[in-house]
């Protein structure tokens, strides 16, 4: 049996001090993700410092109709919120489809952001996997990969990013507030400055060094008349992770032409992935209201895929979903 060491955090930069200079010592909080990949042989720390004692756990409702999540409030919590429901319905309906009522009671804002791919390759201690250890292989590019990434994927790592929320924050241009290691405050101008694609160091999934602590998430006011849903195809209907996601937000002129659209795709990429070239395509559109014109859209995404054998059916299974959730959105 290993040793393992267990404190309380009580001050944010002693916290923070330790997880930067000690190699095996790590931040814990819901510990739903963690705490599975330390059973698993996956991580294995020497240290967890608990930071839900640290006061991070307050869902902040600004005038201008923005929102300051803090980084510890539970899932369960942010879902249920009755502004953020009302106000940002995107968010609420990612995280009621991700996981189980249990899980949500734990998982925390930050930590499902920072969640580890499901891979069974990356979970299994006795398979090559480049992301556990590095130029050890990837076993997943000839063997089971019909669950993971054909976007922002390498030829060392197709793992798939598993969160719900991240994909549904990526459409709302959500932003994520942190403290360096060093102490400096810092805010990512949006989800993508926060992850980072395989290239061939699969290793590290984001940008954040040993030290750095997200303390929240930043949610700017939807646009005037904007509309946004969250939409999940998956093998059975609950407790399982996207074979493909859509997060959209759409904001129409009285003649359907879109001022506004902003889509995001979960299941499909190394990242929560933001549809910038669909979008690109889209603005300033009249839609069709039988998807055609979304659905071309969504497609030339995935012009630059690296899709595999068995993963390819998720080009057109997102260009068909993102298409009628945004037809959904424009005519309800």
């Known amino acids: 049996m290993r040793a393992l060491v267990f404190d309380r955090a009580s001050d944010a930069r002693a916290a923070q001090r330790a997880v930067a200079t000690e190699p095996d010592t790590m931040f814990l909080a819901g510990g739903t993700n963690l705490v599975d990949l330390m059973k698993l042989g996956v991580h294995r720390p020497d240290r967890l410092i608990d930071i839900t004692t640290l006061e991070l756990d307050a869902i902040e409702h600004q005038p201008d109709g923005s929102a300051l999540i803090g980084a510890t409030v539970r899932n369960s919590a942010l879902a249920a919120d009755p502004e953020i429901r009302e106000r940002f319905p995107a968010v609420s309906q990612a995280l009621l489809s991700g996981a189980s009522g249990q899980l949500r009671n734990m998982a925390t804002t930050a930590g499902n952001l920072l969640q580890r791919t499901r891979c069974v390759y990356f979970q299994d201690t006795t398979k090559p996997c480049n992301k556990r250890e590095a130029g050890s292989g990837c076993s997943a590019i000839d063997g089971a990969h019909r669950d993971l990434a054909l976007l922002g994927t390498s030829a060392y790592c197709v793992a798939s990013h598993p969160s719900d929320l991240a994909v549904a924050l990526a459409a709302l241009d959500a932003r994520v507030q942190l403290v360096r290691a060093d102490g400096t405050a810092d805010t990512l101008g ?29 949610l700017p006011a939807p646009p005037a008349g904007a509309r946004m849903a969250y939409r999940k195809v998956r093998d059975r209907w609950s407790y399982a992770f996207a074979l493909v996601s859509v997060a959209a937000l759409v904001v129409a002129d ?44 969504v497609l030339a995404e995935f012009d630059g895929a690296r899709a595999l054998p068995d993963n390819a059916f998720k080009a057109d299974l997102a260009a068909d979903t993102a298409a009628a959730l945004v037809c959904d959105l424009l005519w309800p």
């Open 254 to 297: 009285e003649d359907g032409r879109l001022r506004e659209i902003r889509i995001s795709l979960g299941g499909v990429g190394s990242r929560p992935w933001r549809a910038r070239r669909a979008e690109a395509l889209l603005a300033g559109a009249r839609p069709d209201p039988g998807g055609s014109t979304v659905r071309a859209a």
């Open 190 to 218: 949006s989800l993508d400055a926060l992850y980072r694609e395989p290239g061939d160091d699969p290793s590290r999934d984001t940008t954040l060094e040993p030290g750095d602590l997200i303390t929240a998430v930043e």
